[in-house]
């Protein structure tokens, strides 16, 4: 009886040393052992034996790289406005015994950081200025929380700041400021586009003139090429008028309308630009 309940205590041992001194650390992980109460080694993953009641798996944390969301704090920017601003931080264990010994809660050592660098970034700049430098201010975040992590084992691979929510009356005068800067520039596109419209037809007026000259064998300038010009206007004009509802037949004398042509191409007649008839 006695041998067989000392095989029963023998095999309990055993079992609990075995079982004990057994460790599977998963991908992605690692483990720290302790020795007496002292640090001995780290862990990677895979199966791993640890000396049953003289070492001990200390802690057991993740190498990946993990996402820290930063909530919204008020920030006060250079000309004393509030903002509340939001970031999230990526960073990862890259040395797990510096982590684990160096800082108590790194997690929450690098969300102070980051919202002491935050406030410390934007509150040395004007309002104006805190949109259009985001980037900037990313890049300075990653700088200081690096110079900071450094010695913790810890790294920082990417910080950025998500919102930046104005108060109300801000955000009424930038929405209306943004309007007005719409407006303007949808009046200086309409202009320059009345503008190349003009250009564009003034071009085809040109163009269609000296077809016309070539066609009818006159030069631009000369009193008959006038003389046509003015006759044709006149007939288009007439024409259009005849289109209307409330047109009204106007008859005249062909030869009082000739005789007018005449008299106004003969007072054009002093322009150096019309030549007088051989």
Known sequence: MLQYLVAMIATA??????????????????????????????????????LPLLEKIAYVDTIRERVLDIPPQSVITNDNLTLQVDAVVYWQIIEMERAYY??????????NIVLTSIRSEIGRLPMRE??????????????????????????????????????????????????????????????????QAALAKARGQAESIELLSKTLNLPPDSRAFMQFLIAQRYLETNEKLSESANSKLLFMNPRAISEGLAELIENSGDSPNLKKPD
């Open 102 to 111: 160096a800082i108590e809660d790194v997690g929450n050592a690098i969300n």
């Open 130 to 195: 805190v949109l259009s430098t985001k980037s900037e201010i990313d890049k300075a975040l990653l700088k200081k929380l690096d110079e900071a992590t450094s010695s913790w084992g810890v790294k920082v691979i990417r910080v950025e700041i998500q919102n930046i929510i104005f108060p109300e009356k801000v955000q009424a005068a930038m929405e209306s400021e943004r309007v007005a800067l719409s407006e303007k520039q949808a009046m200086i596109e309409q202009a320059e586009g009345e503008k």
């Open 13 to 50: 041992i055993v079992g609990y040393a075995v079982n004990s001194s057994v460790r599977v650390i998963d991908q992605g992980d690692e483990a720290l052992v302790e020795r007496l109460g002292k640090y001995r080694r780290t862990l990677r993953p895979g199966l791993r034996l640890v």
